[in-house]
């Protein structure tokens, strides 16, 4: 049994990222009935990921599932940052969140932490600038938020640089499909806001920095042991 943390062969991570964009569409396009479908489609692979991880890399995933949940409860329900279509919290949303943490994950573990520098120091200069350019100041704490993650979790800055770049485009199609609306001003904090608002996959890395301290060992331990040419076990 490995002692990596869960990975997915390129073919499901490919899966799992094509699922949550025909997904998205569906769920927009054929209303109640479609986000059945696809609530139903995401659980099931989730629950087939899931059936073939290792014992510790299956209660990474349901803490994953868990913290999104409660995070989407918050931040939509409560919080009202934004909106999905039908004003829920649609059921393949937490699971979603899952396949897209194990996604990224397959692909951060082919990105050295040189070249992750180079790539989250690209992703914030785009952010920043449109930022600036939108008045987009709900992305500012969202900012802030990202360099605390990348300074006091270092073993993660793979994926967190990933994920700030996989989310963004997530959150781009999400909001254009149609699927959910961010609120123009966020409340409590009265900043306006971009629809997404170019920080918000922030959300996403502060999720999966929350998920990893299950692993954080095995995953230090799977970046010392990739420097002497370690290989990694994906989902059989």
């Known amino acids: 049994m490995s002692s990596a943390p869960t990975f997915l062969t390129p073919l499901r991570a490919t899966v799992a ?4 964009a025909v997904g998205l569409w569906v769920d ?9 479908a696809v609530s139903l489609w995401v659980w099931g692979l989730y629950l087939w990921f899931a059936q073939r991880a290792a014992p510790a890399d299956r209660r ?24 999905y279509r039908l004003y829920n919290i649609p059921p393949f949303v937490p699971p979603g969140h ?15 932490l040189r ?11 785009g952010i920043t600038g449109a930022m600036l350019l939108t008045h987009d100041w709900l992305s500012l704490p969202f900012l802030t938020l990202f360099g605390l993650l990348w300074i006091f979790s270092p073993a993660q800055r793979p994926v967190f640089a990933v994920m700030l770049l996989l989310a963004l485009g997530l959150e781009l199609y999400g909001t254009w499909v149609g699927n ?10 009265e900043l306006s806001a971009h ?3 170019f920080a918000s996959s922030v959300l996403y890395c502060l999720l999966d920095c929350l998920t990893l301290q299950v692993g954080v060992s095995r995953w230090r331990g799977w970046r010392l042991a990739r420097k002497g040419a370690a290989s990694f076990e994906p989902i059989s």
């Open 115 to 125: 070249y992750a520098n180079a790539l989250a120091l690209l992703a914030l200069i």
């Open 180 to 189: 959910w609306t961010w609120k123009p001003v966020a409340p409590w904090l």
């Open 28 to 36: 927009q396009a054929f209303e109640v009935w479609g986000q059945i």
């Open 60 to 83: 990474m995933m349901v803490k994953c599932l868990l913290i999104a949940t409660v995070g989407e409860g918050i931040c939509s329900l409560l919080w009202g940052l934004y909106d």
């Open 195 to 197: 629809n997404p608002p």
């Open 17 to 20: 990222l094509t699922t949550i």
């Open 98 to 112: 899952v396949l897209m943490l194990m996604a990224g994950m397959t692909l951060a573990q082919r990105l050295s």
